[in-house]
């Protein structure tokens, strides 16, 4: 085996964010479609408070899986995700740092960063940035955060997220991502395939439309109740992610129309948008609230 | 003493595209700068890499000159009161103010005195609005809200007159001597002089000059091929953006297996060019050979790792699209129809299967043969299949590669394949008449539903490049021969295209203004009479007789306008007054059936006689309106191919 573990590489990062502050966040147990998601980036985001957090995050995206067959594209695939909340000035240099700690020797590779802005409307954010390209392969999305839940961010962050499964492939050297050596002898297929694979079916084979349907009108429902009630507003975001997935799933199933794909975006959305209003307004004082010191 | 001024604005790196437009301006806007305040001195050098824009500037003075101004206070009757407020606030005492006698009586004036400040003050003090006023298609900002936007965050800023610093702050950056390196080749940061930047900065990296980056890699590329029989597919775009992707670019060739050759040779070049940036590399024969160049931010490979690693990506994307390719083409082209249904085209006009139908109606009212037409029903099946999806540019392309796989004949699948041209103002109009009407066709249904739907331009937003399509539907039209008359077109559409026919005859095809407009003026729905009478124009234009007989009729119609005269009434004979008048008649009558050309001579003289010695505004009413009916008619004769009265002449009337 050429190159770390996936393992290995992941204790890397975590510990090299570690030592530049972060808190190391486990993953968020709730289904979500990138590291974004996780309340930790979506919520801690907003707000004057500074935050420094990293965790893998599994992403689920029912759209992109293959069924195991294919080298490159996972149904779910894992992201660490880095917030730096403010950026400090040299958070480029922190992140080159970060690739040197999982052993890439920068000065036998060619390391560029492309244009590459992000953008999520179901959660009324974007940000600027690039795609951080090594020797052709996008390793990771750089983006500073300009507004998420619709506010306009205080404190500018930036937000690192890694697309692991690649880049430990390339570090070793493998052409499929099953090739990954997940531990020196084990196998990431030996570990995931069966997921890959079951849940390929599930997605666009069996997942019954009807109930999904319903669980989205029942998790928009809950949400819509929560956001009424004060000092709930972590459930009520709960309740967005389960309508982002089950959105997810649908359109895996092939059972969104494009014409109802912009309304059904556009309910996520206002759940979204709902929640960080709720946050902003009860973790921030307003500015007459705040104690002129 | 004249001192030369150096500024580097240090940033994560700037979007290729962005930084040549941002340099200029910068470039402008330092120049303007120095000659408005005085400071003498000329930009000498503007170089930009993705992460620096550096300016130098020579001959810059090391103070303002001072300058004397008179300035006029109150009225002298106003009083020692009022001279004592004025001298005040010119910062001075009652007995510095002089009496001054103007037009309007006597003033009390004072002779001001300003002393030129340092350039170098004048520099820091204006700096900072001045980076900061730089216009960027897309802005950020890094330091909280309501802090400094630019397009990337400022780290750094280097100042210097001669060797002074010149200290400025922008968005908590001091302006200092330390530059910063290339991010793996160079120091993180060292001092730059005025003197010695370039080298400077190379010695850390950085080849601070676009040109040379881009020889650079253009003689690499020679040299990576030279001695084996290919040649780097020419490609100034992006020979242009991988200039500024890089601060110290170096080329390698990589290879792939000859096995995806097989596929077609357009989706590998897109996925070569648009997601790796590689330029493609041919054979003698033009064939494309299983290599291609990458250009590194870096000084060499000397382990080879990275061309392996970009020839590992690049064999990741061709089997994606070998697999889209296959997968893609177990299903019938035309079976994909139906799924247009749900394929929106746009929310307020419908799907692209509704789309597809005009389209096909639109062909046939053009008489476009069984494969025009059925080139056009099938023109957007290619937007379902998983290619498309993975690889947007190369929709229509692969459409007709898939109908051609599919064994559709080359009159059919070239059709599909040409849809989108042009696709600029250079691009090429489809090459065969079955692609122009279905392109064109497909531009005219976009146009006349959008317009419909209200989806109008307005000002710089243009989200569904109508004016493109309008361009494109234009060119077809002209350049490809194809007979159309708009059908179907409202007052606001005929309008909107109006402009795009004067802009292109105008710019593209560059007709004089005037001659434009004139021969507009007698019709411009069909574009090829119009170009046909353009080209007349034009080359009767320098004949001796043609301006003078322009200017005469722009006289006829104000003359007519005058009078109210607005009837097609012929004129009588039996009514002409021999003489001028008559000559006139029968000068027009004889160039009966003749062209234009051939009857300019000989009716100028008369025209200019007829004005000459008749009177229009005749005491017999009969007369007058018989005289205008004249005028008026040969005025209508000739408007057929332009309305004369448009041409701008020297002659006034």
Not at chain 1, 52 to 63: D, E, F, G, L
Not at chain 1, 167 to 196: C, G, H, K, M
Not at chain 2, 12 to 21: G, H, K, N, R
Not at chain 2, 408 to 413: D, F, I, R, T, V
Request: with cysteine; net charge negative; hydrophobic share 40%.
């Amino acid at each position: 085996m050429t190159g770390l573990s996936f393992q290995e590489t992941v204790f890397r990062l975590k510990q090299y964010w570690s030592e530049r502050g972060c808190i190391i966040q486990e993953p968020y147990d709730v289904e979500v479609g990138a590291g974004t998601m996780a309340p930790e980036t979506f919520l801690r985001v907003l707000g004057a408070k500074p935050y420094r957090v990293a965790y893998v995050q599994p992403s689920r995206r029912p759209a992109d899986g293959r069924y195991g067959d294919n080298p490159n594209r996972l149904y779910k695939h894992q992201q660490l995700q880095v917030i730096l909340k403010p950026s400090p000035a040299d958070v480029i240099d922190q992140y080159l740092g970060s690739l040197k700690a999982i052993g890439i020797d920068l000065s036998k590779h060619d390391i560029k960063f492309e244009e590459d802005n992000w953008e999520a409307p179901t959660l009324g954010a974007w940000g600027i940035g690039w795609q951080v390209m090594l020797d052709g392969l996008e390793i990771t999305q750089f983006t500073y955060f300009q507004q998420c839940g619709g506010f306009d961010l205080d404190l500018v962050p930036a937000e690192l997220t890694y697309g692991l499964e690649r880049l430990v492939a390339f570090l070793q050297n493998v052409d499929s991502v099953y090739d990954i050596q997940w531990t020196p002898d084990i196998r990431y297929s030996d570990v995931r395939y069966l997921e890959e694979r079951q849940f390929s079916r599930y997605n666009f084979e069996l997942a019954d439309v009807a109930m999904l349907w319903q669980l989205f009108e029942l998790h928009e429902k809950e949400c819509q109740r929560l956001l009424g009630i004060k000092d709930v507003v972590l459930a009520a975001y709960d309740q967005v992610l389960k309508c982002s997935h089950i959105f997810n799933l649908l359109d895996s199933r092939g059972a969104i129309s494009v014409t109802e794909r912009v309304g059904v975006i556009a309910r996520v959305r206002r759940l979204a948008l709902g929640v960080a209003k709720a946050w902003m307004a009860e973790t921030e004082p307003a500015e007459e609230d705040k104690v002129v010191a | 003493m004249s001192l030369p001024f150096l500024l580097e604005i240090g940033t994560e790196e700037i979007p290729d595209w962005m930084i040549v437009p941002a340099l200029n301006q910068l470039q402008d806007m330092f120049q303007a700068l120095l000659d408005q305040q005085g400071m003498g001195g000329k930009v000498a050098q503007a170089e930009a890499t993705p992460r620096r824009l550096v300016l130098k500037a020579e001959g810059l003075i090391e103070k303002q000159a001072d300058t004397d101004e008179l300035v006029l206070g109150p009225p002298k009757s106003a009083g020692p009161g009022a001279a004592a407020g004025f001298a005040k606030k010119m910062g001075t005492t009652s007995d510095q103010l002089r009496v001054e006698s103007t037009a309007k009586g006597e003033y009390f004036a004072f002779a001001k005195r300003s002393q030129g400040q340092p350039t170098a003050a004048i520099l820091a003090r204006e700096l900072p609005n001045l980076i900061l006023k730089i216009q960027w298609p897309k802005t950020m900002y890094w330091n909280g809200k309501g802090t400094e936007r630019f397009i990337r965050p400022i780290r750094w800023l280097v100042a210097l007159l001669g060797s002074d610093l010149v200290p400025f702050e922008i968005a908590g950056v001091r302006s200092g001597r330390e530059s910063v390196g290339h991010r793996i080749l160079g120091k993180p940061t060292f001092p730059l002089t005025v003197e010695n930047f370039a080298a400077e900065l190379e010695a850390n990296g950085v080849i601070l000059s676009a040109s040379q980056r881009r020889k650079k890699i253009e003689g690499e590329v020679d040299g990576l091929l030279a001695g084996k029989a290919l040649r780097a597919k020419p490609d100034p775009d992006l020979l242009h953006t991988l200039t500024y992707i890089t601060e110290f670019p170096t080329a390698i060739l990589g290879g792939f297996d000859s096995q995806y050759l097989d596929l077609p040779r357009e989706v590998l070049v897109t996925v070569m060019r648009h997601h790796q940036k590689y330029l493609s590399v041919e054979d003698a024969q033009g064939n494309l050979a299983p290599n291609f160049i990458a250009v590194m931010n870096t000084a060499a490979d000397p382990d080879g790792l990275v061309r392996h690693g970009n020839e590992r990506v690049l064999r990741a994307r061709f089997n994606d699209a070998r697999f889209f390719w296959e997968h893609d083409n177990k299903r019938k082209f035309e079976d994909r129809l139906e799924d247009l249904k749900n394929v929106t085209f746009q929310a307020k006009v419908g799907s692209y299967f509704e789309k597809t139908q005009r389209v096909v109606a639109l062909v046939k009212e053009l008489n476009g043969d069984r494969h025009a037409q059925r080139a056009a029903l099938l023109s957007k099946c290619d937007l379902t299949t998983d290619m498309v999806k993975e690889f947007t540019d190369l929709q229509g392309i692969v459409g007709g590669l898939y109908a051609k796989a599919q064994g559709e004949p080359e009159a059919m699948w070239r059709a599909i394949y040409d849809q989108y041209k042009p696709t600029s103002m250079e691009g090429e109009i489809p090459s065969t008449v079955e692609g122009r009407l279905v392109s064109l066709a497909d531009k005219w249904d976009t146009l006349r539903s959008c317009f419909e739907a209200g989806l109008v331009p307005t000002g710089s937003k243009d989200p569904f490049a109508l004016r493109r399509a309008a361009q494109g539907v234009v060119r077809i039209v002209v350049e490809g021969r194809v007979p159309f008359e708009f059908p179907g077109m409202s007052a606001e559409l005929s309008e909107f295209l109006r402009d795009r026919v004067e802009y292109y005859f105008r710019d593209v095809k560059q007709f004089p203004y005037d001659e434009v407009r004139a021969c507009m003026a007698a019709g411009w729905i069909d574009l090829l009479s119009l170009e046909a009478r353009l080209e007349r124009v034009k080359a009767i234009r320098p004949t001796p007789d043609f301006e003078p007989l322009a200017a005469s009729f722009k006289r006829i119609k104000n003359i007519l306008k005058q009078a109210g005269y607005a009837s097609s009434e012929p004129y009588r004979a039996n009514l002409l007054e021999p003489g001028p008048e008559l000559e006139l008649h029968n000068a027009i009558r004889a160039g009966d059936g003749q062209p234009l050309e051939a009857r300019i001579g000989p009716l100028r003289p008369k025209v200019d006689l007829f004005f000459d010695k008749v009177l229009v505004n005749a005491p017999d009413p009969d007369v007058r309106r018989n005289r205008l009916a004249l005028l008026s008619s040969l005025l209508q004769e000739f408007s057929t191919i332009a309305d004369f009265s448009e041409i701008v002449t020297e002659r006034h009337t």
